[in-house]
């Protein structure tokens, strides 16, 4: 280490310091004649190829600075990290090679580049081809070393993964899922996964269903009232989140060039402004207006620390649309419905698809998905069973238990047997909580496979994202077993987004499924 690069660290704890401060150190050291160099990552478990990077990236210049991504921006799914920031930047500050750290609190390595201004910025082998980098972002730091004066080097020394580490050594995960991702490990699954993904990106997807107003109101409890048998609360604030078939429409429209909606509105509240900032760029609206009736709003009374939902009220008339409503909304549907890869129903049985929509497109989609929810609104009516045909069929364990009016039967029999007695389908997932997922197809039968994650921050819209992640990936016909990993991926990382704030994105959901199967 040259002596001048770092004179005021007497030990691994004073080496951390804040990116304002980094960049004082560095603006100071460069302005000495010396070259500052900058490694950022993750560094979840610190290891010999870490070591070796960072020997590397040190003979580059004269003082090393690393940064850490914070908790909060590790997109490599629940669980991870391991570490805590705090405890993995002390853990490089104690490497010799190592002359400063900082933990970086933002998104991507762009804002310790524009605050340091390193003079060279190194990162490991597995990031030089730009085709290997899920993230897409390797670009845009190299633009923004670049537009410094600096430069981006690779280094090719000894590789490990930390990810591979810490699934071979660390006990992170239960028994059953343990298994399971060793066995999907052994038959090279990474891969394969990951091909079929690819193959959507050109899909052409049209949605048809319910929009849906999901209303967060924040309030802290006060305490029973004194004259009634109900408990106060104090409101905080609110929070108003474009969901049903928007927010399915934004998971798909992550994975697929072209999304298309068909939906209704309601013409006395009918949050359009709300609906339409809400669309990704690539997904395009088409909404007819009911008259006389509100856009659904499902006001739910949430205590904001825990996340705990107290009550909810809804807003809304589910009554069946009029009969001119229905044909102006099949009319629209005939004449484009045959343009799409897929046709992905989200029927939430609040009066958009009626009979007439059910058959016709039944008897027009090229591929069917379908997802008919049981809610409170409609519970015991809104069965899978209304549908004669679905190529794919996307429920809950309940919801497929109401529809063949089973209780106890193995969901697998379920699946393979008793649903298609039904209803005409060939393949199918029955989300299951807690206890994952099962998936049949006649070619290959029926898989259990564990859940991911047991950290749940907020469950609304998690079916959603998993019906609307698989459809795809089920149309182009990918194994359901391999389906239903990546929707248990897709449900493991949307149960930790409050409501509809994001969706569930490509890059996060590929890398998490990368380093379940190092």
């Known amino acids: 280490m040259s002596e001048s690069a770092n ?18 150190l560095a603006q100071q050291a460069q302005a000495t004649g010396l070259k500052v160099v900058l490694c950022h990552g993750v560094f979840d478990l610190l290891h010999m190829g870490h070591v070796r990077h960072l020997e590397v990236a040190k003979r580059e210049g004269d003082m090393l600075i690393v940064t850490v991504s914070a908790d909060a921006f590790v997109n490599k799914g629940p669980g991870r990290p391991i570490f805590p920031d705090t405890i993995r930047a002390e853990m490089l500050a104690a490497v010799g090679y190592v002359d400063w750290v900082g933990i970086n609190h933002s998104m991507s390595a762009e804002t310790v580049l524009n605050a340091v201004k390193p003079d060279v910025y190194v990162k490991g082998s597995d990031y030089e081809n730009p085709d290997d980098d899920v993230t897409g972002k390797i ?3 190299r633009d923004t070393i670049e537009s410094h004066g ?13 990810s591979s580490l810490i699934n071979r050594y660390f006990d992170v995960y239960d ?3 343990r298994d399971y991702l060793d066995q999907a490990r052994a038959e090279n699954a990474l891969p394969q996964i990951l091909e079929m993904i690819e193959k959507v990106k050109n899909f052409k997807v049209l949605l048809v269903g319910d929009t849906i107003i999901d209303e967060y109101q924040y309030v802290s ?13 104090l409101f905080e604030n609110k929070e108003l989140f474009a969901g049903g078939v928007i927010a399915a429409a934004n998971h798909v429209a992550e994975f697929c060039a072209k999304v298309d909606i068909l939906t209704v509105l309601g013409e006395g509240d009918p949050h359009d402004s709300l609906v339409r900032q809400a669309l990704k760029p690539n997904v395009g609206l088409t909404a007819l207006y009911r008259p006389d009736a509100p856009t659904t709003r499902k006001c739910r009374f949430v205590e904001p620390n825990y996340m705990r939902k107290l009550f909810e009220v809804y807003h809304m008339d589910d009554s069946p649309a009029g009969d001119s409503m229905t044909d102006s909304f099949n009319q629209r549907l005939a004449e484009r419905i045959q343009d ?22 039944a008897d027009k989609a090229r591929y069917l998905a379908v997802n008919a929810q049981s809610n409170s609104a409609n519970m015991g009516f809104n069965l899978i069973t209304k549908y004669p045909r679905a190529d794919y069929i996307c429920i809950d364990a309940p919801e497929a238990r109401m529809a063949v009016r089973s209780k106890n039967e193995d969901l697998s029999l379920i699946a393979s047997d008793l649903l ?8 199918v997932i029955l989300t299951h909580g807690k206890h994952g997922c099962v998936t049949y197809q006649q070619e290959r039968g029926s898989h259990r496979i564990p859940a991911f994650t047991k950290t749940v921050v907020d469950t609304v819209g998690a079916g959603d994202a998993f019906l609307a992640i698989t459809s ?11 389906v239903g990993f990546v929707g248990n991926a897709a449900g493991a990382i949307k149960v930790g987004i409050v409501g509809h704030r994001s969706s569930v994105e490509k890059a996060p959901l590929v890398k998490f499924i990368t380093t379940l199967l190092k």
């Open 221 to 233: 409890t006060l305490g029973k009232s004194p004259k009634e048998n109900m408990i106060a609360t």
């Open 420 to 427: 298609p007695r039904k209803i005409r389908n060939s393949r």
């Open 340 to 361: 799409y890869d897929l046709v992905l129903v989200t029927d939430f049985g609040h009066g958009c698809i009626q009979p007439s929509t059910i058959e016709l497109m």
């Open 139 to 141: 670009q845009s730091e």
């Open 175 to 177: 028994p059953p899922l």
């Open 7 to 24: 004179t005021n660290a007497c030990s691994a704890r004073d080496k951390i310091k804040t990116l304002d401060q980094l960049a004082e």
């Open 150 to 162: 600096g430069k981006l080097v690779f280094t090719r020394d000894v590789t490990f993964s930390s």
């Open 472 to 482: 795809p990936l089920v149309a182009a016909g990918g194994r359901m077993d391999h």
